[in-house]
């Protein structure tokens, strides 16, 4: 497994999917940003279930996409949308510059790279994939909001903290100026970076524990034992219910940053 694949924990697609229409709202918000030219190749990192980057492929009536994750059961999915200049590869994200060295007219990542560390490497790696007038276009929750900062809380206490060995995940994702100057250093000549507040409406704040079962808590259910994670689970949304309380209809903000830029 790789380290990418083990910092993203383990995936539901099932529990992923329990919000689809919110989570892929971001998608077609970063798609708006693309701007389309014959012929082009494609390569979406962390492509998931694979439905939304057949749609990209689709939508830019592209020559060749390819759509790159790591988790299995996530590429088990995908795999129903394969067809004639669409597939799917298993790979690290890091490693994505080594293997396809003959780059990609547009670079496109939906919510994946808020799992890989280091974005100040991460993104200069990044740009060789980008051929010359190429375009990059990123997505990533930038939420450091309460039902998030408890995920962390919660893992630093007994018996969690040494089941885990201290191990709380880091999020590597910065604000939106960041992002500007790194583009900008990177040589993208052309760039439109934002931060942008989805708001979702739970039916309770329960809603909010399901919402991160399907992504963030992952990487703590991967490297917990299975025995303890119920028990991590029921102390979580004791947490989250003792801070937000049981609220109904429960207000989740969700800020993400978007960034798209041309290359020189």
Known sequence: MTNEAVSRGNWDPGQYGRFRDERSRPFYDLAALVQPSPGMRVVDLGCGTGELTAWLHGELQAA??????????????????????????????????????????????????????????????????????????????????????????????????????????EDPVRDAVFYSRLLNDLGFVEQHVRLQIYPHVMESTHGAVEWLKGSLLTAYQARIPADLWPRYLEAYEAALLAVEGDRRPYFFPFPRVLLWGRRA
């Open 64 to 169: 060749e996409t390819v759509g790159l994750d790591s988790s299995d059961p996530m590429l088990e999915k995908a795999a129903g949308f394969a067809r004639p200049g669409l597939r799917f590869d298993r790979e690290d994200i890091r490693m994505a510059p080594a293997r396809y060295p003959e780059g990609f007219d547009l670079v496109f990542s939906n919510a994946a790279l808020q799992w890989v560390t280091g974005h100040e490497t991460l993104f200069a790696e990044l740009v060789k994939l980008v051929r010359p007038g190429g375009q990059i276009a990123v997505q990533m929750p930038a939420n450091q909001g309460v039902p998030h900062r408890l995920t962390a809380e919660v893992a630093q206490q007994e018996p969690f903290a040494t089941a885990l060995g201290g191990w709380v995940r």
